[in-house]
């Protein structure tokens, strides 16, 4: 599977393959946790996991539940950045809808049909 993805970064590659998008998750992840100048061990406790599963999921091995990852995020304050990730769904118009006839006009309820 292949992703696309847009950038601010002309140096950042507009398709990845899964392991390189989870690569650059994981050092992101990493570059923020830096940042605040955490180390693996407070991290992993701000987060509510074990020392040795955040060190494992920042280093790329074993996995990670949704859940645990949303967590992480929640620490680093990115949680908001999350629907970014899955564009909504556009409305655009198929072919059976195209190739349907004109809806014609239905007649008004509760009016009784004359007889002819």
């Known amino acids: 599977m292949r992703m ?3 950038t601010n970064n002309p140096s950042t590659p ?3 393959t899964d392991r390189e998008a989870v690569r650059t998750l994981l050092e992101r ?6 940042k605040r100048n955490w180390t693996q061990v407070e991290m992993a406790r701000r987060a509510g996991l074990s020392r040795p599963a955040y060190q494992n999921f920042e280093n790329g091995y074993g996995n990670i539940t949704l859940a645990n990852l949303v967590r992480v995020l929640g620490v680093l304050g990115l949680t908001n950045n999350l629907a970014q990730m899955v ?3 556009t409305e655009e ?6 190739t349907k006839p004109a809806r014609l006009r239905a007649r008004t ?5 004359s007889s002819p």
């Open 87 to 89: 564009p909504p769904v």
């Open 109 to 113: 309820a509760g009016k009784p049909r």
């Open 29 to 34: 992840i990493r570059q923020h946790r830096l």
């Open 4 to 6: 696309t993805g847009q």
């Open 93 to 98: 118009p198929t072919l059976a809808s195209l």
């Open 14 to 16: 507009l398709v990845q």
